[in-house]
């Protein structure tokens, strides 16, 4: 029994030992093991292994807006787990930013994370703003969200008048909206997106609960919290991008003046007096065209509504912002505030950051990235001169063919930006050739310059308007961004036709010189003479076309109703006074119109005179 008993131990003992080396070796080597712990110490909520980055590098308009939705939808449908917005611009138009939020918030997938790098200014602050965590890169720059309406007269920064109260509301019901579902500081957000914002930061003293809570407090709050203590002021510890220096009290605010104490949870609380005059427009109090989107607010708020109970209670930790600008801040500051999650600098590091296995990046895809130029108003100016100008050419020299092209390419890539994002129809089309049409019966079909000329230049003119408002997608024409875009539109129209206007004349001036034209002009071999007039050298010569009136000649071309007629040698551009002419039919000159001639069959008396 005692030698079966220490055969046993000894057994045992061996089992023993093997546990603790095999311990041992999964200690030291890296495997599964080491991987498993790694996962672990990632947040659920975050862990992805299949994650999409979405860039955003460029400034935001509609293009931006349809390119990251449809990207979003790629990843998803790919899917992936996790979205990244890697941010890199200067801001963008309102309606597109806000589209990116509502899309960014509506998303199946709810881990999304903005990367700001390095920068993420306006638009890009507010996106950033809508995603669950932000990470960022060393030189990281996030804020200055202030509106701004840029016209053809100048800039306009939303800081007072109708401008501020009907563009400010939606993006501040978006960045509080924002702070309320992703946990960022209530206040601090709206000092982003507008000025006078002046705030202390405040920390809590002996928690009942974990950690102290910190918090941006107002002036009004800071004497509730700190009774008979004036509010210290210097050098604030997050500066506003357009600061002046101020110290003291803000321009337009009033230390005796307090926001009222908010009746609901969802109530908007204005980090400052002079916020105050927007709030019956983010309480829904306005007409949806001056404040949309105000349901956004429906989200509960968990600030505290501070009181004099809460004196004693809470420690000054530093005097934040004086309000004097819209504020920016950087890395360092987005980590203290508690905006930012972590420093990401590359690709691998976003990997780890997740404990994800894939990371893919999507970027524009080339037809989004040329609508995106052509988009441009400059661009879409000077193809709309180009329209006009080789529309000009074909007119008053019919049949050449190539500038009826070069017009239909022009036009097409002028519509394309509002087609891609369904935001024109076919009525600015319609109106554009049936503008056309309208001066082409004016030209060769009704002598003078009536209503088919001037109900012409009318359509055309108010489709060209309308085709470029409508690559800038307003819905509203009161609004200001409406009517901004009106304007702009009307501008750029007109300057489009006044440089279109220019090449006229240099092609009046010159065509016939340019041996690129040259090419192109229409010509008839004769056995008599090459000289040939053409339409456009006949411009500069009306008084001598006067004087072929009467004179008979032969058709050299089909005129139908326009071509070239033979007269004493010489080759006229002209147009027939009534029906077809066929090629070699006499003819006589009865007037000249547009500077061509216009011309009548003989009847048969007169042919055999002639």
């Not at 004036?230 to 500066?239: H, L, M």
């Not at 337009?252 to 609901?264: F, H, I, K, L, R």
């Amino acid at each position: 029994m005692m030698k079966s008993a220490q055969r046993i131990e000894r057994v045992r003992v061996l089992i023993g030992f093997l546990q603790c080396v095999l311990l041992t070796a999964l200690a030291l080597l890296p495997g599964p093991a080491m991987a498993q712990d790694s996962a672990l110490a990632i947040p659920a909520f975050r862990q992805a292994d299949r994650v999409a980055v979405i860039t955003i590098h460029e400034p935001i308009d509609r293009i931006t807006a349809y390119s990251v939705k449809r990207r979003m939808d790629l990843a998803i449908e790919g899917g992936a787990q996790a979205l990244v917005f890697d941010i890199n611009t200067p801001g963008g138009e309102v309606p597109a930013v806000l589209e990116i939020c509502s899309a960014i918030k509506a998303s199946s997938v709810p881990n999304t994370v903005a990367w700001v790098n390095p920068q993420a200014y306006s638009g890009g602050a507010i996106i950033a703003l809508a995603c669950r965590e932000i990470v960022m890169a060393d030189e990281a720059k996030m804020g200055d969200a202030l509106p701004i309406q840029i016209s053809p007269t100048g800039v306009d920064v939303a800081t007072q008048g109708e401008l501020r109260k009907k563009q400010v509301p939606p993006v501040l019901a978006e960045v509080v909206d924002s702070a309320r579902t992703r946990g960022w500081d209530e206040f601090i957000v709206q000092a982003i997106v507008i000025d006078k914002v002046e705030l202390w930061w405040v920390e809590e003293i002996a928690p009942e609960t974990g950690q102290p809570r910190r918090l941006a407090v107002n002036e009004s709050e800071f004497r509730l919290l700190f009774p008979g203590q004036e509010p210290p002021r210097g050098p604030p510890a997050i500066v506003g991008a357009s600061t002046e220096g101020i110290s003291g009290l803000v321009p337009g605010s009033d230390p005796d003046t307090a926001p009222p104490v908010p009746e609901s949870d969802t109530e908007f609380r204005p980090a400052t007096p002079a916020l105050q005059d927007l709030s019956p427009a983010l309480s829904g109090e306005t007409s949806a065209a001056s404040a949309p989107d105000l349901d956004m607010l429906a989200a509960v708020s968990e600030r505290p509504v501070l009181t004099a109970a809460d004196s004693g209670k809470w420690r000054i930790v530093r005097y934040l912002t004086n309000g004097s600008g819209p504020i920016v801040m950087s890395k360092q500051e987005l980590l203290d505030y508690g905006f930012g999650a972590r420093a990401i600098n590359s690709d691998e590091e976003l990997r780890a950051f997740f404990g994800a296995t894939e990371v893919v990046r999507i970027k524009p895809t080339i037809s989004e990235r040329i609508v995106k130029v052509l988009s441009n108003m400059w661009v879409r100016m000077l193809l709309i001169a180009i329209f006009l100008l080789a529309l000009f050419i074909e007119m008053v020299s019919p049949g050449l063919v190539v500038p009826s092209g070069v017009a239909a390419v022009a036009l097409i890539l002028v519509m394309a930006p509002a087609w891609m994002l369904g935001l024109a129809g076919w009525w600015e089309m319609i109106a554009i050739f049936s503008g056309i049409a309208l001066i082409l019966i004016e030209i060769f079909v009704i002598p003078g310059f009536g209503v088919f000329g001037v109900s012409g230049l009318v359509l055309l003119f108010g489709g060209l308007v309308m085709a470029f408002v409508g690559a800038s997608g307003s819905v509203f024409p009161s609004t200001p961004a409406g009517q901004a875009d009106l304007t702009r539109s009307l501008v750029m129209v007109l300057l489009a036709m006044a440089t279109a206007g220019g090449g006229m004349f240099a092609v009046v001036k010159y065509f016939d010189t340019l041996p690129v034209f040259k090419k192109l002009v229409l010509t008839a071999t004769t056995d008599t003479d090459d000289s040939e007039i053409g339409l456009v050298e006949a411009m500069g010569g009306g008084d001598e076309l006067g004087m072929l009136v009467g004179m008979t000649g032969r058709s050299s071309t089909p005129l139908r109703p326009s071509g070239k007629v033979e007269i004493e040698s010489a080759l006229y551009d002209a147009k027939s006074a009534l029906g077809f002419i066929e090629p070699g039919t006499p003819v006589r000159v009865v007037g000249v119109q547009n500077w061509q001639i216009v011309v009548e069959v003989l009847d048969g008396e007169e042919r055999e005179e002639a």
